[in-house]
């Protein structure tokens, strides 16, 4: 069965910090997804990327950054330069199979919650 | 109006009573989805549907039936709630193909709360 662990449970900065949510998944098939959303404190959930398990190049977009490592069955998730409009609680999420199967069931992690302070 | 809509917002209600939420979308996606959060348990899948003929049990279908009155509309209900079961709920929809295939977009979801 398909598994995410987020071990932080809440991370605490000060603006302009950067900060780092890990992610640890578990999966015996060869092709995945993994996603992070973005639940801000209104309570909404805003994906933020989609990499798939064939593509192991990191990307960044912003101030924000994800580095995959099937290696190590990881995709982290970097916030340079930290601001207050950054603080939400970031779920890394999981899919098994490719598209049209029982691709579309996301497995999510627990969440990390991060603190902005100014 | 939201893509994905779900009503109600917040709904406060006792233990043994009957609940429905219900979600509506305009994205035009075959797929709809329901999951429950709980702090600390991220967000878990209670149903989901790939057509309006196809309904399937999630991880913790326990305690919850569906029911997908058309393409655009998928509904979640407790027959009879019990406090365990209070928590935010949220529906979503995806496309089965595609570039924006695998990608959940979320309603704003429904708090609720059994006394």
């Known amino acids: 069965a398909q598994k995410v662990t987020q071990a932080q449970t809440e991370i605490s900065v000060v603006e302009k910090e950067d900060v780092t949510l890990d992610c640890v998944y578990e999966?015996?098939?060869?092709?995945?997804?993994l996603f992070w959303y973005k639940q801000p404190p209104s309570g909404e959930l805003v994906f933020l990327i989609r990499?798939?398990?064939?593509?192991?190049q990191n990307e960044i977009s912003g101030r924000y950054s994800w580095n995959f490592q099937k290696s190590t069955s990881s995709f982290n998730f970097t916030i340079t330069a930290s601001q207050v409009v950054d603080s939400a609680v970031y779920f890394c999420?999981?899919?098994?199979?490719?598209?049209?199967?029982?691709?579309?069931?996301?497995?999510f992690g627990g969440g990390t919650r991060v603190l902005v302070k100014p | 109006d939201a893509d994905v809509t779900q009503t109600p917002r917040n709904r406060i209600t006792k233990t043994g009573k009957r609940i429905m939420l219900e979600c509506s979308q305009t994205?035009?996606?075959?797929?709809m989805y329901w999951y429950r959060q709980d702090p600390g348990l991220g967000l878990r899948l209670i149903y989901y549907?790939?057509?309006?003929?196809?309904?399937n049990k999630g991880e913790i279908s326990d305690g919850y039936s569906v029911s997908r009155q058309a393409q655009a509309k998928f509904s979640l209900s407790l027959e009879s709630a019990i406090p365990n079961q209070t928590a935010l709920y949220f529906c979503?929809?995806?496309?089965?193909?595609?570039?924006?295939?695998?990608?959940?977009?979320f309603g704003a979801g429904s708090r609720l709360t059994v006394l």
């Open positions: 979503a929809t995806s496309e089965e193909q595609g570039p924006g295939a695998n990608v959940l977009t």
């Open positions: 999966t015996r098939d060869t092709t995945y997804y």
């Open positions: 990499r798939n398990s064939f593509d192991e």
């Open positions: 999420a999981l899919s098994e199979g490719r598209y049209g199967a029982a691709g579309n069931k996301l497995t």
């Open positions: 994205k035009g996606h075959d797929r």
């Open positions: 549907s790939f057509d309006v003929k196809d309904i």
